[in-house]
Each structure stands twice: as C-alpha cells, then as structure tokens.
C-alpha cells in the first residue's frame, strides 16, 4: 500500500471526488467552483470546466457513466453529459447551499438536499422536478438512495437517520442511532447494512432487514468522516483526524491506517477496480493510494 499520485492546483481545497464507473476518469471539485477531470493510473489533467459560482459540494456519476451531477453552494445542482461535459440541466430548487446529492441506481432519479431542509427529488432524463419535502432535521447533510432505489435516507443536525419512500418521499421510519449530528450514509454493495458516522464519533452498522445495530466503532474525533465502500464490498474506508481508517466488512476490524499531512479530509472515493483510494482534502490536493496489494487479513 503506497501512495501513488498528488494532484495539485493552487488555492483550492476538494470538496467532492467521483470515479467514473468505467475506470477511466476521476473528477474533482471543490472551493473554486470547478471541475477537474483526471486519467485514473496516468494521473494526467484531462479538462477543467467551469461548473458553479460557489464551491462544489457535492458530486455523482450514474451507473452507465454518461452522466456527472454535481452540487454547489450556489444552491444548485447541474447534470452533465460525460465525457463531454456539456450542461445539460440547471436545476434550481433549494434556497440554501446544497449539501449532498444522489443518483439512484437505475440511473432515473437525482435526489438533492441542503442547509434549507429541503430534499428534491429530480429526474435525470428530463430536469423537472418530482417531488420534495422538508427534512426532519434541522438541516440535512447528507443522503443515499437504497440499494433498490425504493427510498433514500438523510442524516444531519439532530443525530437521527430518517427514510424516506420514493418517488413520494414520505417519512416513514426514523432511527435515532447518533447524537447531536449524523453524517454519510452508505449501502454496503450487497444492500444488507447501512453505515453511518456521527459528532459523537462513532461508527455504526445496522442491519436494513430489522434496523438493529451490528457493530459500534469508536473513532478518533473529526470535524468529518467521509465514507467509501470498495467495489467488491471486502473494505469500508473512513475518514478522520490526519488518517484514513480501512476496515474488514467481514468483521468491521480495523486492518489499515493510512497518514495524512491535512487536518480535514473532505471526500473518499474508489476507483471502479478497487485499487485506488481518492482522498480530497483541505490541503489542496488529491491523494491517490494504491492499495491494490493489502490484504484485508493482515493487520497493516
């Protein structure tokens, strides 16, 4: 495990980063409104497009890579053909900064939300909008679609995980799994558990069959825990204070830690293959990881 490229550009924290699913790409953005796109092995700049007028907040490719969504604190969010990058809908609804965005499964339904509470469901094909609420908490941070797409679930200030049927998005369960705030909920690749991290710093697994608890981690205390699942479900990669925790999805066993020069890390992603870990962070930077070679049994 080593750490393989640093892509760099002056004045600009990332805030979100995506791998296309073909394995070809990586983009990333952040503080200065736009996109970046990479090559994934070479590294190499492949385009820098202009996206927003605020820092990108959020970012999304669907499943056949022909889209890129991404969000911004100028409260919108913007689908775009890809590879070509050509803006293909401007979608307005949210009258604070976006937070988060998801695109489901089927690749049909974006789903976004924000500091206003608010949680719009858009569709992709056409840009209209199809339904919304209003979050239960205070001000929803994040979100993700069900492994079948038949609802999503919202964390934020409040600590509890509230779900939400779709296309409809009636609230129709809430689990108060955290304290005072909830953050990054993630499906494991098989739809059997749903992680979540909280201001309480710990790490929770729940089983989405009964809701009950699995395992509990404690983790070291940060002012963000970005999560990623590799691609084959066999790692759970977690982000914090100046690391990145990988843990076994068998056990939810700590087996690596990875060091980090920034304070804050903003968004993790894997490429399609499993063997790259994409960190954007405060630093200004992207780190590529190569952790191709860890064996997820032995404690690294």
Same mark, same amino acid.
């Given at each position: %495990?080593?750490?393989s490229?640093?892509l760099s550009l002056?004045k600009?924290?990332?805030?979100a980063?995506?791998?296309?699913p073909?394995?070809?790409y990586i ?5 200065d409104?736009? &996109?970046y796109?990479?090559s994934?092995?070479?590294w190499l700049?492949r385009g820098?497009f202009?996206?927003h007028?605020r820092?990108?907040t959020?970012? *999304?490719?669907n499943? *056949?890579?022909?889209?890129?969504? $991404?969000?911004?604190?100028d409260k919108?969010a #913007? !689908?775009?053909?890809?590879p070509?990058? *050509?803006?293909?809908f /401007?979608l307005e609804?949210?009258?604070?900064p976006?937070s988060?965005?998801? &695109? +489901?499964?089927?690749g049909y339904l974006l789903a @976004? $939300? ?5 949680? !719009?469901?858009?569709? %992709?094909e056409t840009?209209w909008e199809?339904?919304?609420a209003?979050?239960?908490q205070r +001000?929803?941070?994040s979100l993700?679609?069900?492994p079948?797409?038949d609802? #999503?679930?919202? @964390?934020?200030?409040g600590?509890?995980? #509230?779900l939400?049927?779709?296309?409809t998005?009636?609230?129709f369960? #809430? ?5 005072v705030a909830?953050?990054s909920?993630?499906f =494991?690749r ?10 309480d +710093?710990?790490? !929770? /697994?729940s089983?989405?069959?009964d809701w009950?608890v699995?395992?509990?981690?404690s983790l070291?205390r =940060?002012?963000t825990h970005?999560l990623?699942?590799?691609?084959d479900?066999s790692l759970? *990669? &977690?982000g914090g204070?100046?690391s990145v925790l990988?843990?076994?999805t068998?056990d ?8 980090f020069?920034a304070?804050t890390l903003?968004?993790l ?8 870990l %994409?960190i954007g962070s405060?630093d200004?930077? &992207?780190h ?10 032995s404690?690294?």
């Amino acid at each position: %495990m080593r750490e393989s490229g640093i892509l760099s550009l002056p004045k600009n924290p990332f805030y979100a980063c995506a791998a296309s699913p073909e394995n070809e790409y990586i983009a990333a953005g952040g503080k200065d409104a736009k &996109v970046y796109l990479f090559s994934v092995g070479q590294w190499l700049p492949r385009g820098v497009f202009a996206a927003h007028t605020r820092r990108i907040t959020g970012m *999304a490719f669907n499943e *056949a890579g022909t889209r890129l969504v $991404t969000g911004s604190a100028d409260k919108t969010a #913007v !689908i775009w053909t890809f590879p070509e990058m *050509a803006p293909l809908f /401007v979608l307005e609804g949210h009258r604070k900064p976006l937070s988060d965005l998801a &695109v +489901s499964p089927d690749g049909y339904l974006l789903a @976004t $939300t924000g500091h206003d509470s608010r949680l !719009i469901l858009w569709s %992709m094909e056409t840009g209209w909008e199809l339904a919304r609420a209003r979050g239960e908490q205070r +001000s929803v941070v994040s979100l993700a679609f069900s492994p079948a797409g038949d609802y #999503v679930v919202t @964390t934020g200030y409040g600590g509890e995980l #509230v779900l939400l049927s779709v296309p409809t998005l009636e609230p129709f369960r #809430v689990l108060p799994h955290h304290r005072v705030a909830a953050y990054s909920p993630t499906f =494991s690749r098989d739809g059997e558990f749903l992680v979540t991290v909280g201001f309480d +710093s710990r790490l !929770i /697994v729940s089983a989405v069959e009964d809701w009950t608890v699995l395992y509990e981690r404690s983790l070291p205390r =940060s002012a963000t825990h970005p999560l990623s699942y590799s691609p084959d479900g066999s790692l759970l *990669a &977690v982000g914090g204070h100046r690391s990145v925790l990988l843990f076994d999805t068998d056990d939810m066993n700590r087996v690596a830690e990875i060091p980090f020069p920034a304070r804050t890390l903003y968004a993790l992603a894997f490429s399609a293959d499993g063997r790259y870990l %994409m960190i954007g962070s405060g630093d200004r930077r &992207v780190h590529i990881w190569d952790i191709g070679e860890l064996n997820v049994y032995s404690n690294i």
